[in-house]
T-cell receptor
Framework: GAGVSQSPSNKVTEKGKDVELRCDPISGHTALYWYRQSLGQGLEFLIYFQGNSAPDKSGLPSDRFSAERTGGSVSTLTIQRTQQEDSAVYLC???????????????FGAGSRLTVL | GENVEQHPSTLSVQEGDSAVIKCTYSDSASNYFPWYKQELGKRPQLIIDIRSNVGEKKDQRIAVTLNKTAKHFSLHITETQPEDSAVYFCAASIQTSYDKVIFGPGTSLSVIP
């Protein structure tokens, strides 16, 4: 696609419910990132996929968070048993990836704003 | 793992003045240092980047400098304009290997007309 697409753009859920956030990266980009941005805060790294390598999950804040990337393209971030502190904007980014020109130049999606009541 | 610090957290300048944002990184293997600008309500976008084989890079009113020995790099904006008001994030990564991009906490720049 022309850019990184994320859905839903907004999600309001009740505490304790599970949510899934989707990211569709730029076609051909082998690297995909998830970041979390709380209100007025920075870009907190969550997880990183590069090609067929095992993902770097070192930023996931708890075992309630998980992510998959199917077929090297679309990724889904799942938050189980949501808590109020999970409220934030979840940003996905993709880049051409290792061995490519501009390997680490990130293109961000518009984000999914999650509100946990 | 890599840790990136950034100062100041907020910066206010008069239109036409210069602004400087400084970052330090911890991993001496890092060799790629981008800067992203995030305007209010929008997604971050790359404005300039520098690789470890150069010490300075300029693009119109924006310049970045890198001191690998000291492990710090800086963003310089000259002749600031109101549209420069945004949050600026520095970042570091190892471009030649399988490695993630880690961001600093951000600097909120306000340019006062």
């Amino acid at each position: 696609g022309a850019g990184v697409s994320q859905s839903p753009s907004n999600k309001v859920t009740e505490k304790g419910k599970d949510v899934e956030l989707r990211c569709d990266p730029i076609s051909g980009h082998t690297a995909l990132y998830w970041y979390r941005q709380s209100l007025g805060q920075g870009l907190e790294f969550l997880i990183y996929f590069q090609g067929n390598s095992a993902p770097d999950k070192s930023g996931l804040p708890s075992d309630r968070f998980s992510a998959e990337r199917t077929g090297g393209s679309v990724s889904t971030l799942t938050i189980q048993r949501t808590q109020q502190e999970d409220s934030a904007v979840y940003l996905c980014a993709s880049s051409p990836g290792q061995g490519s020109s501009g390997a680490n130049v990130l293109t961000f999606g518009a984000g999914s704003r999650l509100t946990v009541l | 793992g890599e840790n990136v610090e950034q100062h100041p957290s907020t910066l206010s300048v008069q239109e036409g003045d210069s602004a400087v944002i400084k970052c330090t990184y911890s991993d001496s293997a890092s060799n790629y240092f981008p800067w992203y600008k995030q305007e209010l309500g929008k997604r971050p976008q790359l404005i300039i980047d520098i690789r470890s084989n150069v010490g300075e890079k300029k693009d119109q009113r924006i310049a970045v400098t890198l001191n690998k020995t000291a492990k710090h790099f800086s963003l310089h904006i000259t002749e600031t304009q109101p549209e420069d008001s945004a949050v600026y994030f520095c970042a570091a990564s190892i471009q030649t290997s399988y490695d993630k991009v880690i961001f600093g906490p951000g600097t909120s720049l306000s340019v006062i007309p």
